[in-house]
């Protein structure tokens, strides 16, 4: 059964840091992985999609990579912004059309 | 020009009533699910049908029922609510079996945030 994990749980830093958020899987059977932004009261936005042949994607300030036979995917964020507060979900696809999550990283960035 | 959208937004109600709650996608989507999220954040799917037919049913409560009319709506509808059942549901849609598997990202909608008292 597929496990997801990120670590830390929650994240304060002043603005300006670069920072990275760490994802672990317990099947590297995947066929891609996801990160989302969640904000308070609100829906999921996908910010990212790595494909399982892939070893990393780049949106803007975000860049997240992929090792798939190690079981990790980190997400990296640059030049962070208070704008950035959110809760980020990284989500596994294991080809049973469902997605399975991780408990999410809370960031938060001082002004 | 909402992709995914869900209603009622929030959702309060007693105990032992029945409710229901309204997903539709103007993605053209095939797949569409429905992810309960805890409060502890944790997200975890429920259902998924494909095209109007049950794909995935994950270990919940027969007092939940998806039913899909037609391939842009998946409407939840939950008998004898529980207190347990308090939490934020989602609804998503993926283009599903027609498209690479690889390349497949999901679509949530805002969510609804029921309450039991």
């Known amino acids: 059964k597929q496990e997801v994990t990120q670590i830390p749980a929650a994240l304060s830093v002043p603005e300006g840091e670069n920072l990275v958020l760490n994802c672990s899987f317990t099947?590297?059977?995947?066929?891609?992985l996801q990160w989302f932004r969640q904000d308070p009261g609100k829906g999921l936005t996908s910010l990212l999609l790595?494909?399982?042949?892939?070893r990393e994607q780049t949106s803007g300030r975000l860049n997240a990579s992929l090792d798939k036979s190690s079981g990790r995917s980190t997400l990296y964020i640059a030049a962070s912004q208070p704008g950035d507060s959110a809760t980020y979900l990284c989500?596994?696809?294991?080809?049973?059309?469902?997605?399975?999550f991780g408990s999410g990283t809370r960031l938060q960035v001082q002004p | 020009d909402t992709a995914v959208s869900q209603t009622p937004k929030y959702l309060v109600t007693q105990m032992g009533n029945d409710k229901s709650i309204k997903c539709e996608q103007n993605?053209?989507?095939?797949?569409m699910y429905w992810y309960k999220q805890d409060s502890k954040k944790f997200l975890k799917i429920m259902f998924s049908?494909?095209?109007?037919?049950?794909?995935i049913n994950e270990t919940v409560p027969n007092r939940f029922s998806p039913k899909s009319p037609d391939k842009a709506h998946l409407n939840l509808h939950i008998n004898s609510l529980e207190l347990g059942d308090s939490a934020v549901y989602f609804c998503?849609?993926?283009?599903?079996?027609?498209?690479?598997?690889?390349?497949?990202?999901?679509?949530f909608g805002p969510g609804t945030r029921l309450l039991v008292l």
């Open positions: 998503a849609s993926s283009q599903g079996p027609r498209g690479a598997a690889d390349q497949e990202t999901q679509y």
């Open positions: 099947d590297s059977a995947i066929y891609n």
């Open positions: 790595i494909q399982s042949s892939q």
């Open positions: 989500a596994v696809h294991t080809g049973r059309r469902a997605l399975t």
């Open positions: 993605l053209g989507h095939d797949t």
């Open positions: 049908y494909n095209n109007k037919e049950l794909i």
